[in-house]
């Protein structure tokens, strides 16, 4: 049988327990925030954009080439390989961003990783040179020998995107060159 104490007691012990503040432990948050959510992941979105256009370039290029502009099948065929492989190459550069984790790599991990985005990019950039102006040049001669209004659309088209592109390519360097700049101080640091 119970007694009055017993009771007074419970009653302490489940006041006591109530007043217990237990604060649970935050998670680590990575030394390096930039990485873990602004220039990294605006770079995935960057290149997750690009890939999208490049995807619809890769169908509508092609078809409207040969289907609207009655160019040459071969043309349109080299056109749809040259954005498929465009394509491709933008998805390794974004899986390669995308496994620089700021919570789990270390800071030498994530300084290697960007590295080798880093090179992915600049292969990207070579080999998509190294195809597009062959492509360039075929169009050109095709646009020409077919109509002229085409041919000067062309050249307009040239001597916009190329601006464009390395105003672009300026950005995404000024990107990669921060997250490198502060992998660097935290390793200095450390």
């Not at 007691?9 to 503040?21: F, G, S, V």
């Not at 790599?105 to 985005?117: D, F, H, K, N, S």
């Amino acid at each position: 049988m119970m007694d009055m104490d017993d009771d007074c007691n419970i009653d302490n012990l489940r006041k006591a327990w109530r007043d217990i503040r237990i604060e649970t432990p935050a998670a680590p948050r990575s030394r390096y925030g930039h990485l873990s959510s602004g220039g990294r992941m605006a770079l995935i979105s960057r290149f997750g954009r690009m890939e999208i256009a490049a995807a619809g370039m890769a169908v509508a290029v092609p078809s409207l080439m040969f289907h609207r502009l009655d160019m040459p099948w071969w043309l349109s065929a080299a056109s749809f390989v040259f954005f498929i492989v465009i394509l491709l190459s933008l998805e390794s550069i974004r899986r390669s961003l995308r496994r620089i984790n700021p919570a789990r790599l270390t800071v030498m991990e994530a300084l290697e990783g960007v590295y080798q985005a880093e090179r992915r990019i600049l292969r990207h950039r070579v080999g998509g040179w190294i195809m597009a102006i062959p492509l360039l040049a075929c169009m050109m001669v095709v646009f020409y020998k077919t109509n002229m209004a085409m041919f000067a659309g062309g050249c307009a088209g040239i001597a916009v995107g190329l601006p464009m592109g390395y105003l672009c390519w300026r950005k995404l360097r000024r990107m990669l060159a921060q997250m490198k700049e502060e992998l660097e101080e935290e390793i200095s640091g450390e």
